[in-house]
């Protein structure tokens, strides 16, 4: 294997010899450790590539920085230890290093090239103990069954997938899971609408997607429920219909069946319209009755108590939380019941180092309390549960409401996006240079709708603007796809292929031709990759993935403006320039594929 271009770190090592070598010299009895050296990016291209802090280690050495910087230059620039041909110097209390151009560009665009394992898995697995083999399952999207996917999944989903596949490419082993919530009030309420009111009418007959037409009698029910008295009120019918369920009544379960089947298939529809997927689903209704097994071995335990009432609750007053109902008084499961049997199915089904909840903020205290009660219930593996919160998304004032006037449908919103984006290919007259215009639309949109959602940190709330998201010029998805779009057609052209001919030869490319600034900035963004995966892998924040691939972009462009390619003066250059390009979409394709933006060829 190939040794990683990890400039930063090689450099950490040599600042960190040449200290403790001085120390020694000093006789101070004292030692520093890499992990104690501070890498930082001057602001300033003059003052070099990296610059390292000597602060920190004024007290060991009893020096001034500066005077410790100049000890640790001497050091470094010795004969003894060849350098090629960096240059390190002092800038005050900085120790600063201008890498050399050539060699770096040599080493940062093979290593892409040849799909080097550690540069394009986050860094030397060695060094990512607490991701590489670890099993991680993910959970997301898991939507109720009453009503179809809302903006608020697009976010979910494209989150969850998206960590998914970062950590999956920093070699975790990934499972991606959904619950599906089809049991509760929520579902029976669209069952009482549809049994009181359906008539028979399937979404074949009503030519609406079948989770939408589920959706259509959830608002229904909201109609009943503002018109009807309260002694005979719709959410009362709702209940009885799930004690019903729960009891087992015939033709309640089969109604349940049909009307969850509608949901689950119109959603699995709009999944695979996104690119998102899972590598198993968890239905609430097979999940519960193990939760409440446990509600109850809990009771006989004396961890939770039974009131007055006859509910079951846990009372977490001395954990600073309230007291919560785990069954109701008439022996119904609740939201958390079926949690606790959830999580336990899934230990069973696949012991996970780590289960990461991809939840909405507003449940911080739902998990905070399960959490909690499953260590109480002396489950060793509760300490390895997350809740990845993320903040909620709207649309600007006057943007397509749905037809309930409150939350968007995900379908519908796709479908504008997806028009927006074939008005503009048409009115550029780009139809024939796409090929398959409505399908090049269909993948700007989700490259839109993808980036706009992913370039935002998780925890923070978040409009999303349509019109903004589509834009071409800007930090938005579909400018992106226009990069990749570009390199490919560049490197497309009859002179490129001919160039690159004769590619496996690398020691006939001149790499020590591409040391421009701009070039530079480009290689330097190009070796940034692995630290950028692996923090967004760490961090479980896509954002970061999003900010790299804004950055190499932005860095093409400026490359492509400053240094014709295959105009370029010699042989030699526009050859080594197409290598450089290749590298970039060797990047790009990657890190565009891990926050779920369809790669386009043209467009
Ligand atoms: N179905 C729930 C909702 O729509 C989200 C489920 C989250 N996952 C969980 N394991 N509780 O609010």
Known sequence: MDEIMDEKNIWKEKICAALNEALEELHLGETV???DIIAELPPKPEMGDLGFPMFPFAKKFK???PQIAALVVNKVNHPSLAQGSAEVFTLGPYVNVKLDRAQTASRVISAALNANKD???GGKNSDKKDLCGKKIMVEFSSPNTNKPLHL??????VLGESISRILAACNAEVQKVCIINDRGIHICKSMLAYQEYGNGETPESAHIKSDHFVGKWYVRFSLMEKMEKAEESALERARQLLLKWEAGDTETVALWKQMNQWTVNGMKETYKRTDISFDKYYFESDTYLRGKDEVLKGLERGLFTKEVDGSIQADLTAENLDKKVLLRKDGTSLYITQDFGTAILRHDDWAFDKLVYVVGSEQRYHFQVLFILLAKMGFAWAKDLYHLSYGMVNLPEGKMKSREGTVVDADDLIDELRDMALAEIRDKAREEIVGDAPQTAEKI????LHYYLLQVSPERDMLFNPKESLSFNGNTGPYLQYMGARISSILQKDEAKALLEGKNDDAKIKFELLVSDSEWELVKTIAAYPEALEAAARAMNP??????LYELSKNFARFYHECPVLNADTQDLQRARLEL??????VLRAALNLVCIPF???M
């Open 445 to 448: 949109a989700l490259g839109a």
């Open 63 to 65: 020096k001034s920085p």
């Open 33 to 35: 450790d890499t992990g």
């Open 600 to 602: 386009l060829e043209s």
């Open 152 to 157: 608020g999944h697009l976010r979910n989903d």
């Open 119 to 121: 540069f394009f898995t």
């Open 543 to 548: 954002s970061l993935l999003a900010s790299f």
């Open 581 to 586: 390009c290749r590298a970039v979409l060797a």
